[in-house]
T-cell receptor, first 116, second 111 residues
Framework: DAGITQSPRYKITETGRQVTLMCHQT?????MFWYRQDLGHGLRLIYY???????DKGEVPDGYVVSRSKTENFPLTLESATRSQTSVYFC???????????????FGAGSRLTVL | LAKTTQPISMDSYEGQEVNITCSHN???????ITWYQQFPSQGPRFIIQ???TKVTNEVASLFIPADRKSSTLSLPRVSLSDTAVYYC????????????FGSGTQLTVLP
C-alpha cells in the first residue's frame, strides 16, 4: 500500500543498546521528519531532512542519529538508548510542490519505544 | 519561526460549535497557518490551512483576521468523535524547516 510506514510499531530495549526505527514513504516526498511525543510535551522535532543526503537538527537531537541515503527512507538511530528516550516516535513527510505546500505533513502510525 | 500559543484544554458538548484560537504574534509575510488533529495512539492529521480571511472545507472553518496575528479553528456541531488534540502550526509553505507543534489544545466533547 502507498503511504508512510514505520517499523517496528513497538520495541522494548535496554539501556545502552542501539536501536533503529525505520520510516519508509512511497510518495517521493522531499521532506521527512522525526518527532517524539511525550506526555506534557506535545510533539518535539528531533531531525528533519529536506532531500536525500540533507539532514538537519530539530529541537531535541541529542542522542539520535539520522541518515537519508534514499529519498524514501529516513531511519532514526538511538546509538546508546537511555530511559529518557522512552517515547512514541512519529515519522512524517511532506512535499513542497503539493497543493498545500511543504508544511502539510503526513504522519506514520508511530513507533512506541520503551527503554528499560 | 513564529511561536504559537493555544489554550491547553477545552470542553464542549455534542452538537455545539467549538472555536479554538491560536495566537501567532510574530507571523511572517510568507507564513501559512495550518491546523492538525490528533487522536490517541495516532499521528496528527491535516485539517485545514489558510493564509488570510476565511477558509472552509468539509471538516472545519478557519478564520484569520486582517493582521494575521491569530487564527480560529471552528468545528461545527461537534460529536464525541471530535475529542482530540488540535495543533496550530505557522510556517512558509515553500519550506518545511523546523516545523514545531507545541502542546496543542485538548478538546473533550461531552455527551
Amino acid at each position: 500500500d502507498a503511504g508512510i510506514t514505520q517499523s517496528p510499531r513497538y520495541k522494548i530495549t535496554e539501556t545502552g543498546r542501539q536501536v533503529t526505527l525505520m520510516c519508509h514513504q512511497t510518495w517521493s516526498h522531499s521532506y521527512m521528519f522525526w518527532y517524539r511525543q511525550d506526555l506534557g510535551h506535545g510533539l518535539r522535532l528531533i531531525y528533519y531532512s529536506a532531500a536525500a543526503d540533507i539532514t538537519d537538527k530539530g529541537e531535541v537531537p541529542d542522542g539520535y542519529v539520522v541518515s537519508r541515503s534514499k529519498t524514501e527512507n529516513f531511519p532514526l538511530t538511538l546509538e546508546s538508548a537511555t530511559r529518557s528516550q522512552t517515547s512514541v516516535y512519529f515519522c512524517a513527510s511532506s512535499e513542497q510542490g503539493s497543493p498545500h505546500g511543504a508544511n502539510v505533513l503526513t504522519f506514520g502510525a508511530g513507533s512506541r519505544l520503551t527503554v528499560l | 519561526l513564529a511561536k504559537t500559543t493555544q489554550p491547553i484544554s477545552m470542553d464542549s458538548y455534542e452538537g455545539q460549535e467549538v472555536n479554538i484560537t491560536c495566537s501567532h504574534n510574530n507571523i511572517a509575510t510568507n507564513d501559512y497557518i495550518t491546523w492538525y488533529q490528533q487522536f490517541p495512539s495516532q499521528g496528527p492529521r491535516f485539517i485545514i490551512q489558510g493564509y488570510k480571511t476565511k477558509v472552509t472545507n468539509e471538516v472545519a472553518s478557519l478564520f484569520i483576521p486582517a493582521d494575521r496575528k491569530s487564527s480560529t479553528l471552528s468545528l461545527p456541531r461537534v460529536s464525541l468523535s471530535d475529542t482530540a488534540v488540535y495543533y496550530c502550526l505557522v510556517g512558509p509553505s515553500g519550506s518545511a524547516r523546523q516545523l514545531t507543534f507545541g502542546s496543542g489544545t485538548q478538546l473533550t466533547v461531552l455527551p
